[in-house]
């Protein structure tokens, strides 16, 4: 959606406190022992109470209220009787709407005693994405949020997951721009007009490059077999910048 009234921006900050408020919520209460299940109903109780509506369940009839991804599941994982274990990486990602606004949000958490390596990556995962913030402004290429992750994995000697892309929201999970590539492409050639609301959620990888489908139809894996972690905002490109509207409050 393209903002144009002040009350729409301020529905839009209301869904994206109650996005992030639960996602912080969730991460807070991962421990070891608990099966994503558990930790999926947290966040339905959050969003319940809220009186807001998880938005891939309400779109896409996805079987869970979060998508919740461990270790070799990189996004779209479903909640069930996994077990969650030290040293995991859990990927977080909440998505709902409020009064016909949908807002998103993102991010993989470390799960006690993980390695210095996954560490590392987690913290250049969350910095990539706010690379990819730092471009997002009126009148500014789209194609400038990838080129700049895109440099950035460069220089790290990191790899970007090729074929999950940010996208619109605002009235529906996914809508115009339907992709944003968060990896350097010459075939983009839009600019982001003042009010344009979309997400910033590169997947940041030690050597993958594709994503590709479980048995399930829903869980996604990192082709070929790497690590992967996701951060994710979503931000409204005004005349000065980026406005992040997922932040917790």
Wanted: glycine share 10%; proline share 5%.
């Amino acid at each position: 959606m393209t903002i144009t009234h002040e009350d729409e921006l301020d529905a839009l900050k209301a869904i994206g406190r109650i996005v992030a408020n639960t996602m912080q919520a969730m991460a807070k209460a991962l421990e070891p022992g608990m099966t994503t299940r558990d930790l999926d109903d947290i966040g339905r109780a959050l969003l319940d109470h809220a009186g807001a509506t998880s938005a891939p369940e309400a779109t896409y009839d996805f079987p869970g209220a979060t998508c919740i991804s461990v270790n070799e599941e990189i996004a779209h994982g479903i909640p069930g009787d996994r077990i969650i274990q030290a040293g995991d990486l859990v990927n977080i990602d909440v998505s709902a709407s409020k009064d016909g606004y949908f807002a998103d949000t993102g991010a993989t958490f470390c799960v006690k005693d993980v390695t210095a390596a996954q560490r590392r990556l987690c913290h250049d995962g969350r910095r990539a994405m706010q690379i990819g913030i730092a471009q997002v402004a009126s009148g500014k290429p789209i194609a400038g949020i990838g080129r700049a992750i895109g440099r950035f994995a460069a220089r790290g000697g990191y790899t970007l997951i090729r074929n999950l892309a940010s996208h619109g929201v605002g009235r529906a999970l996914h809508e115009y721009p339907e992709e944003i590539a968060t990896w350097p492409t010459r075939r983009e050639t839009r600019r982001m007009q003042r009010g344009l609301v979309l997400t910033v959620e590169p997947f940041l990888s030690t050597g993958g490059h594709w994503a590709l489908n479980g048995d399930d139809d829903w869980t996604l894996y990192s082709n070929p077999p790497a690590p992967v972690v996701q951060y994710e905002h979503t931000v409204v490109a005004t005349d000065r910048g980026p406005l992040i509207v997922t932040h917790p409050g």
